[in-house]
């Protein structure tokens, strides 16, 4: 979780698999945004899955029935997190986006 002056302004919740740290949800509250909570989040997980000895980290995010991708798209590219190119099927009108990162 992300604190500012004991308000709760962002968490994120995380797995660490037999191969890999998978982040499966980030929230930061929108009048938080921009303010690299988002990535303070993100590092602290990151690091958490290294000093466990895996270096992969996977997320997804989704896009709509067009094709138009979820504002957190950019979030992710922006933070070294690669589209696998994939797109998944999901039983609603979208389909999820995986994407990886190769921590050094």
């Known amino acids: 979780m992300a604190e500012d002056e004991g308000k709760i302004v962002g968490y994120i919740f995380f797995k ?3 191969a890999y740290g998978y982040i499966d949800r980030i929230l930061v509250a929108k009048e938080e945004q921009r303010k690299g909570i988002g990535r303070a989040l993100v590092t602290h997980v990151e690091d958490i899955v290294k000093s466990h ?3 992969v980290m996977k997320t ?5 029935a067009d094709g138009v991708p ?6 992710w590219t922006r933070i070294g ?3 696998t ?3 998944v099927l999901t039983n609603y009108d ?3 986006i995986p994407f990886i ?4």
Not at 70 to 75: E, H, R
Not at 101 to 104: G, H, V
Request: charged residues 40%; positive net charge.
């Open 60 to 64: 997804d995010t989704t896009e709509n």
């Open 53 to 55: 000895d895996y270096f």
């Open 70 to 75: 979820w504002n957190a798209y950019t979030f």
């Open 16 to 18: 660490i698999t037999r």
């Open 94 to 96: 979208f389909k999820e």
């Open 101 to 104: 990162k190769r921590l050094q």
């Open 85 to 87: 190119g994939k797109r």
């Open 81 to 83: 997190y690669k589209d």
